[in-house]
């Protein structure tokens, strides 16, 4: 089984940028896609970005296609999301979620979950 652990989240002004990071640990972590979703109040949870673990294949959610980018460092069991020109409404929790599955198929298919971190976008 896999465990994540999300850090990175802050309070910023619109236009900013973030960096979110994921780090992985347990068995057979080469198996897993690693992505993030993320949950606004009041709202569902929603994809966001996916990578394939040792195939660097990304997938990304229309609406921040282009401002996020998701990599990862394998020495260091991390993914990352990088967050530029970051608006208001990207407020929300993110989660890092992993899944025995290719990146495309993460945002149906997530099996584990962090404990999330909290990013907010004042305007």
């Known amino acids: 089984q896999v465990q994540l652990v999300e850090s990175g989240g802050g309070l910023v002004q619109a236009g900013e940028s973030l960096r979110l990071s994921c780090e992985a640990s347990?068995?057979?972590?080469?198996?897993?896609?690693i992505g993030w979703f993320r949950q606004a109040a009041g709202k569902a949870r929603e994809f966001v970005a996916a990578?394939?673990?040792?195939?660097?294949?990304?997938h990304y959610a229309a609406s921040i296609k282009g401002r996020f980018t998701i990599s990862r460092d394998n020495a260091k069991n991390t993914v990352y999301l990088q967050m530029n020109s970051l608006k208001p409404e990207d407020t929300a929790a993110y989660y890092c979620?992993?899944?025995?599955?290719?990146?495309?198929?993460?945002?149906?298919?997530?099996?584990?979950w962090g404990q999330g971190t909290l990013v907010t976008v004042s305007s």
């Open positions: 347990g068995r057979a972590i080469s198996r897993y896609s």
């Open positions: 990578i394939s673990w040792s195939g660097g294949s990304t």
């Open positions: 979620a992993a899944g025995e599955v290719l990146a495309p198929a993460l945002d149906r298919y997530p099996e584990v």
